[in-house]
């Protein structure tokens, strides 16, 4: 039986780093964010079936906002790849403050590969909160203080997909996948926190 390797592998051609998702999704993987992601995001972004269910898009969301939607979400991998070497990314022993891939992308028949959307986990922006500005502040302050690995940090985790793939169990598969190899082994998350707001 064959098994896929879902550790952090790097692209031989262009280095960039992935996650393999396993299975039935093996055509799946994870990166860190492109600049040329924008492209995809500004029809995603205007669908419904998506901005409705988010908390930070504009709406109609342009290709301003796309590009910035994308610098930003790249700046969180990038700061994790510029935090640690390529070797402390690869060893299994060494805690990771953040993911270096958050990006869902397809592989097709050709080989190209299609932006599908995000998946991304970190610190808690304390949602919960949002309509007590001043406990909302406090509370994201003593989140953001805690030290790498205590157990009482708390994160959320906010995925959309390109609406052609919901329903699919991609989420599902893409998060299991993620948790199993980076969030739980690496990052030590242990409090993942989810609401109503
Ligand atoms: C939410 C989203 C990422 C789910 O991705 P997906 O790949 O379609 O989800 P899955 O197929 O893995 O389904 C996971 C579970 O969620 C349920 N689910 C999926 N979309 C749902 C929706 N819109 N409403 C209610 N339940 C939903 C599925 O029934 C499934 O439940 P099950 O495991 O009990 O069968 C995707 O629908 C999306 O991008 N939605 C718009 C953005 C959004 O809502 N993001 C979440 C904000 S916190």
Same mark, same amino acid.
């Given at each position: 039986?064959?098994?896929?390797?879902? +550790?952090?592998?790097? #692209?031989?051609?262009?280095?960039?780093?992935?996650?393999?998702?396993?299975?039935?999704?093996? $055509?799946?993987?994870?990166?860190?964010?492109? @600049?040329? %992601?924008?492209?995809?995001?500004?029809?995603?972004? $205007? %669908?419904?079936?998506?901005?409705?269910?988010?908390?930070? @898009?504009?709406?109609?969301?342009?290709?301003? %906002? +796309?590009?910035?939607? !994308?610098?930003?979400?790249?700046?969180? *991998?990038?700061?994790?790849?510029?935090?640690?070497?390529?070797?402390?990314?690869? $060893?299994?022993?060494?805690?990771?403050?953040?993911?270096?891939?958050?990006?869902?992308?397809?592989?097709? +028949?050709?080989?190209?590969?299609?932006?599908?959307?995000? !998946?991304?986990?970190?610190?808690?922006? *304390?949602?919960?909160?949002?309509?007590?500005?001043?406990?909302?502040?406090?509370? &994201?302050?003593?989140?953001? #203080?805690?030290?790498? =690995?205590?157990? #009482?940090?708390?994160? #959320?985790?906010?995925?959309? &997909?390109?609406?052609?793939?919901? =329903?699919? =169990? !991609?989420?599902?598969?893409?998060?299991?996948? &993620?948790?199993? *190899?980076?969030?739980? @082994?690496?990052?030590?998350?242990?409090?993942?926190?989810?609401?109503?707001?």
């Amino acid at each position: 039986m064959s098994t896929t390797n879902t +550790a952090l592998q790097y #692209d031989p051609i262009t280095n960039e780093p992935f996650i393999r998702v396993p299975h039935r999704h093996a $055509n799946l993987i994870v990166t860190p964010p492109r @600049p040329s %992601d924008y492209i995809p995001l500004i029809d995603i972004m $205007n %669908d419904p079936t998506v901005y409705s269910y988010l908390y930070a @898009p504009s709406h109609p969301f342009l290709e301003s %906002d +796309a590009i910035e939607w !994308i610098q930003s979400s790249k700046q969180e *991998c990038d700061k994790v790849l510029s935090n640690y070497s390529k070797h402390e990314l690869l $060893n299994p022993e060494i805690p990771i403050d953040g993911s270096p891939v958050n990006t869902i992308r397809e592989i097709l +028949a050709d080989g190209t590969q299609k932006f599908v959307g995000e !998946i991304s986990l970190k610190r808690s922006r *304390c949602l919960v909160h949002l309509h007590q500005p001043d406990i909302m502040k406090q509370k &994201l302050q003593e989140n953001n #203080d805690r030290s790498l =690995g205590d157990p #009482d940090i708390l994160h #959320d985790v906010s995925p959309y &997909l390109a609406p052609s793939h919901h =329903g699919r =169990g !991609i989420a599902s598969a893409v998060l299991r996948t &993620l948790t199993a *190899c980076w969030y739980l @082994p690496r990052m030590k998350i242990r409090n993942v926190e989810a609401g109503i707001f």
